[in-house]
Nanobody
């Protein structure tokens, strides 16, 4: 079973930045497309961005131009650099494999205040 551990969340003011990390156990990232998602209590989990094994990113409209997804296969880690954060970005952020999702991690809380 692959375990995913998200970290890097926190509380920032509008316009601030954060970098989230997603570490996967084992040498599993190399050929997998990875994605970041976010969820607000009471709502469904929404896709934010994904990055292919070759490093090609795709973003949701809400993230485009502000968020950057990247990966370091040697470290089995995927990152999400978020800038120009807004209160609407407040959520718990999760990562997972796209083609063969594993169990969800605990996520990392991002809170953006005015």
């Amino acid at each position: 079973q692959v375990h995913l551990v998200e970290s890097g969340g926190g509380s920032v003011q509008t316009g601030g930045s954060l970098r989230l990390s997603c570490a996967a156990s084992g040498s599993v990232l190399r050929n997998q497309t990875m994605a970041w998602y976010r969820q607000v209590p009471g709502k469904k989990r929404d896709w934010v961005a994904h990055i292919t094994a070759l490093g090609n990113p795709t973003y949701a409209a809400s993230a485009k131009g502000r968020f950057t997804i990247s990966r370091d296969n040697a470290k089995n880690t995927v990152y999400l650099h978020m800038s120009d954060l807004r209160p609407a970005d407040t959520a718990v952020y999760y990562c997972n494999f796209v083609q063969f999702p594993t169990s969800w991690g605990q996520g990392t809380q991002v809170t953006v205040s005015l």
